[in-house]
Each structure stands twice: as structure tokens, then as C-alpha cells.
């Protein structure tokens, strides 16, 4: 997906600096620049980022919490969901799970 939009941004590059203050810049698709093209991949690549971010954020350790067994130790929470070391929710929690297949990625 960010590679699809690094090809367009890529493909709709400004072809010609502008000079002066009246100057149009074309996009090598013969636009004026920034073409519709271009600033729909901009847009989306700043909400990639954001789902990465965010993805990064809900980020897997170790700690404590309930399961099917009762109180004790958990190999895989959440460490910003519920309390990782009390309360742990286990990873990849649903946010996690949101925001990659967003990214259509792994959890
Ligand atoms: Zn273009
Ligand atoms: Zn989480």
C-alpha cells in the first residue's frame, strides 16, 4: 500500500520548478501541479502514517491479567490497553487488530 502511493507520488513529481510569482508548475501528468492525483496520495500517505502510528503505539509485552484459567501471567498484552502488569488485555488487542488490517498487515 505505501509503496503504491510512493509510485504516484513518484509518477506526479512537479516537472518544472516554478519561477516568479505567476508561475504554473506542471506535473510530468501534464497538470498544473500540485495535480488531484498527487494531493490524494499525499493525503493518504499522512493517513498511513497515522494507522502506523497507532499500530506502533498498541505495541505487544508481557504481563498479568485474567483468562479462561483465572489471575496469573500473560505472555502477550497490550501495553497501553487495560494495565499490562493487572489487568492486561491480551495482543494484538482490537485496535491493534483495526489499524492493521487498515494497513492490510499482520497484527
Ligand atoms: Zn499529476
Ligand atoms: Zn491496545
Known amino acids: 500500500m505505501t509503496t503504491d502511493i510512493a509510485d504516484i507520488l513518484v509518477r506526479h513529481d512537479r516537472a518544472e ?3 516568479g510569482p505567476n508561475a504554473v ?3 510530468g501528468c501534464g497538470n498544473d501541479w500540485p495535480c488531484d492525483a498527487y494531493r ?3 493525503e493518504a500517505q499522512r493517513l498511513v502514517a497515522a494507522l502506523a502510528a497507532i ?3 498498541h505495541a505487544q509485552t508481557s504481563g498479568s491479567g485474567y483468562t479462561a484459567h483465572g489471575w496469573g501471567g500473560m505472555e502477550s ?4 490497553c487495560g494495565t499490562a502488569d ?7 488487542c482490537h485496535t491493534r487488530q483495526l489499524a492493521a488490517a ?3 498487515e499482520k497484527p
Open 55 to 57: 499500530s506502533a503505539y
Open 25 to 27: 508548475s506542471i506535473c
Open 17 to 19: 520548478p516554478a519561477f
Open 77 to 80: 498484552v497490550c501495553e497501553v
Open 102 to 104: 487498515a494497513l492490510k
Open 40 to 42: 490524494a496520495a499525499t
Open 86 to 92: 493487572e489487568y492486561g488485555q491480551e495482543w494484538p
